[in-house]
């Protein structure tokens, strides 16, 4: 774990007591780093056509104002991590326990959290912005989210079984899972044993899903391939764990803990570096 | 692919949303809120649209099945060396920015059927060079007809 010397307190942080406050500045990476992720609404996919004229499958994540609204530290919660928020809703809409927690870190009412494990260097202050400019186009990201709920489903759409056959005298049974198990040993049929049920509607991640491209003013992400969930639905977008084994972020850089917008910075879409011409290969 | 403007956006994709709020407004700014489906779809729309009038398709004639049609692309698989394809547009399927559309011709008596996205970057140039007199939208009837009926 990078150990920073959080000792400066900047203005309008709130501190907690016994705990350290904490700044909100650039720090460089060290490869043990996991900074924070975001919660992002899938907003539908299209098709974008890179610069050699290859077609690439995207999917449009916004992020509706991101913010980090509980910083838990080691020493009053035993892990370090960031809470974040994103979305609005009234304030008729939300129970009185949660418009408590919200006054109480003074962030807006926010309408899904979702909570990030960083390491101690990632930390960043209770409402701090983390904007799509957080992310680098180019990187690779891992995006969790509830699937699509397909329903109570046979073995055979459920687990991918093959069925019984649909003729030579089957009774009944075309779709059927077949047997259960063995005979008197074991003499019972084994727990998790897949049988039909429910199906989607659960929590799944599809991991290294590359950034293509960043739209910080519009705070878009443009992704390439699927991610889990119907349009509209919130998903968790944070740096792909098996990339960072890898050295990915040590390579590409992605500001860190977040982006710090400053007043001079211009904010331009950035597309991912596609590597070298595809067809040239081709040709040879 | 064209490049977006910022949250604002020029005059020109600003006509898109036409006096409403910018698709990608955070929902803390809106007074009216809707369902985020049906912000999503309007999203994809107004981002489909914006990408349609940027694109360099903006300036091909408009079309549909029955006229004949000369295509300008580039083909990246043999140097990206433009070619000239000549044939009858058998279908057009609208869908914004994916727009597609597929020619047929006879060439060498074999019959030929080609599709390519409208706002694809390999499809250089469009032209209609003359047209039949159809009363389909779809003419894939002419796949079970002889090569006469097909070659142009």
């Known amino acids: ?36 992720g975001v919660v992002a609404v899938k907003c539908g996919m299209m098709s974008l056509w890179d610069k050699w004229g290859v077609r690439r499958p995207i999917t449009v994540l916004w992020i509706d104002e991101c913010q980090v609204t509980q910083t838990k530290t080691e020493e009053k919660h035993g892990f370090n991590s960031l809470q974040v928020g994103a979305g609005s809703k009234k304030k008729k809409q939300v129970p009185t326990a949660l418009l408590g927690h919200y006054a109480k870190h003074q962030v807006p009412i926010k309408r899904k959290l979702a909570e990030f494990q960083v390491t101690r260097d990632a930390l960043l202050p209770e409402g701090t912005e983390i904007t799509a400019a957080h992310f680098v186009a180019g990187q690779h990201v891992d995006v969790t989210g509830i699937t699509i709920g397909k329903g109570f489903q046979g073995p055979m759409k459920r687990h991918g079984f093959k069925g019984l056959p649909a003729t030579h005298g089957v009774s009944k049974a075309h779709r059927s899972h077949g047997s259960t198990g063995q005979c008197q040993d074991p003499g019972k049929v084994f727990k998790g044993k897949k049988m039909a049920g429910q199906m989607g509607k659960d929590r799944r991640t599809v991991q290294n899903v590359m950034v293509y491209q960043v739209d910080p003013s519009r705070n878009l992400l443009y992704v390439v391939g699927q991610v889990p969930g119907h349009k509209g639905n919130f998903v968790l977008v944070k740096d792909a764990i098996r990339k960072i084994w890898e050295g990915e972020h040590l390579r590409l850089n992605p500001p860190f803990p977040t982006y710090i917008p400053k007043l001079e910075d211009e904010l331009s879409i950035d597309v991912a570096d596609v590597g070298p011409d595809p067809y040239e290969a081709a040709i040879g | 692919m064209a490049a977006t403007s910022g949250a604002e ?34 999203m994809m729309e107004t981002l489909s649209r914006e990408l349609e009038q940027q694109s360099h398709a903006q300036k091909f004639p408009e079309f549909r099945a029955g006229d004949i049609l000369e295509c300008t692309v580039t083909v990246p698989e043999n140097r990206r060396r433009t070619s000239v394809v000549k044939g009858l547009c058998i279908a057009k399927n609208n869908a914004g920015w994916n727009t597609s559309f597929t020619i047929r011709n006879i060439v060498g008596n074999i019959p030929i059927e080609r599709s390519y996205p409208l706002h694809s970057p390999n499809l250089v140039d469009l032209k209609v060079v003359g047209s039949k007199r159809v009363r389909r939208a779809k003419l894939y009837y002419l796949r079970d007809l002889g090569n006469k009926f097909s070659r142009v």
Do not use: F
């Open chain 1, 1 to 36: 774990m990078g150990s920073q010397n959080l000792d400066m307190e900047p203005e309008g942080v709130v501190e907690e007591a016994g705990t350290p406050a904490v700044p909100l500045e650039s720090r460089p990476w060290s490869p043990d780093s996991r900074r924070c």
């Open chain 2, 9 to 42: 956006g020029t005059a020109e994709t600003q006509a898109i949303w036409q006096g409403r709020h910018a698709p990608w407004t955070p929902t803390s700014k809106l007074t009216k809120r809707k369902h985020l489906t049906k912000r999503s779809q309007y």
